[in-house]
């Protein structure tokens, strides 16, 4: 059997037998170095919820009363039976008011402070368990509203720059397509009367009245086939710019990837039309001017195209930015966010959109 279980039924026992001596073995017995022994050896309840103090006061034991009363603090003594009684009670119901060195008064304002969360003296500076758990839960839950309020910020900034950055590309596409439709008008107009203004002119007499003087020449030829198209091409674009009406910015570059193409070759028909038509006008003798004018033009128009043609596979292939985007992401800190926007949460996808050349 406990050897507490045995000293606490010997208390109990000397107790209600009046033995001051037998409680005073038990009290300062071997467990009396026990931290809270004694406390808890007041506190303990008979199955009536009666106190040793409760007994004493119950039975006159006087002396057992004033010996266990110092070692009792204000909540032990006051602890009620099953009778909703406590040991002051008892005791002035006894007629041993003066036994008790506390008024009623007294009782009730440290009954209050007690309900009200005060502590003994013995308790100040110790660490209250369920204080800390509830400050910490306290501090766990600032913190978490703290985060969702930063989230919110973060997300609403998000939302925001995602608005700014799809209106510049409406805008820049936009004015792409004005400059299409401006430089397609601008060609057609050359085409159309660059035929009409040819060099050495038309004949003026017999029955090829109207017939350009150099129409039998094979440069000639050449440049009213490339100048036709030209003419005809640009006159197409016009037409579809005139004609289809795209809301949404990615119909938009659609219709401007495919008119860009189309313009492409009407570039190129332009620039040929005018190096074939050079070949006419400076003759056989000084033709190495042709030659040299086409060493120049040419070399620059496919250069151009062809930077151009990088651009827009890049664009649209993105080769060599995935491997280089791993490896930022290797090396950059790895950072914790939240969002719900999954076009604009990964940095590196939101400095594509922030680039200077975006090809069609």
């Known amino acids: 059997m406990d050897l507490r279980l045995l000293s606490h039924q010997a208390f109990f026992s000397a107790v209600r037998s009046g033995d001051l001596d037998g409680v005073r073995r038990v009290v300062e017995g071997p467990d009396a170095g026990v931290e809270g022994a004694v406390a808890a050896l007041m506190a303990a309840q008979t199955e009536a919820g009666e106190t040793a103090l409760y007994i004493a006061a119950e039975n006159n034991y006087e002396e057992l009363f004033r010996y266990v009363l110092p070692l009792c603090d204000f909540e032990t003594a006051t602890l009620r039976s099953r009778v909703d009684l406590n040991a002051f009670h008892v005791a002035a ?43 910490t ?16 910020k973060t997300n609403k900034r998000v939302t925001g720059i ?42 003026q007499q017999g029955p090829d009245v109207g017939e350009a003087n150099i129409a039998e020449k094979m440069g000639f030829r ?12 640009s006159l197409a674009v016009v037409v579809v710019q005139i004609t289809l009406v795209a809301w949404e910015t ?15 070759a009407a570039c190129l028909s332009t620039c040929a039309a005018f190096l074939s038509l050079a070949y006419v006008v400076v003759g056989n003798k000084d033709s190495w001017m042709a030659i040299t004018i086409t060493s120049i033009g040419g070399p620059i128009m496919v250069g151009t195209l062809l930077l151009m043609s990088y651009f827009v596979l890049r664009q649209r292939f993105k080769f060599g930015e995935d491997s ?29 959109h922030e680039k200077k050349i975006y090809a069609l």
């Not at 004005?178 to 660059?194: C, P, Q, T, Y």
């Not at 050449?222 to 091409?233: D, W």
């Not at 985007?325 to 990964?346: E, H, P, Q, V």
Request: proline residues 2%; positive net charge; aromatic residues 8%.
């Open 93 to 135: 119901k006894q007629g041993h008011a003066e036994k008790i060195p506390y008024g009623e008064s007294q009782m009730n304002i440290m009954e209050s402070l007690l309900d009200a969360g005060a502590k003994h003296a013995k308790h100040v500076g110790q660490i209250d368990e369920t204080s800390e758990l509830r400050r």
């Open 137 to 152: 839960v306290s501090d766990i839950k600032h913190d978490v509203h703290s985060q969702l309020i930063q989230n919110a």
């Open 162 to 203: 995602a608005k700014e950055l799809k209106k510049l590309h409406r805008e820049a596409v936009q004015n792409t397509i004005n400059s299409v439709m401006v430089v397609a008008v601008l060609i057609a107009s050359i085409a159309f009367m660059a035929i009409f203004n040819l060099p050495g002119q038309y004949s």
């Open 222 to 233: 050449v440049f009213c086939l490339l100048n036709a198209t030209a003419l005809f091409i």
């Open 250 to 264: 990615g119909a938009q570059k659609l219709v401007v990837s495919v008119v860009n193409k189309l313009m492409w």
């Open 324 to 352: 280089q985007r791993r490896i930022k992401r290797a090396n950059g800190s790895k950072s914790f966010s939240w969002s719900l926007y999954s076009a604009f949460s990964d940095p590196d996808a939101l400095s594509d």
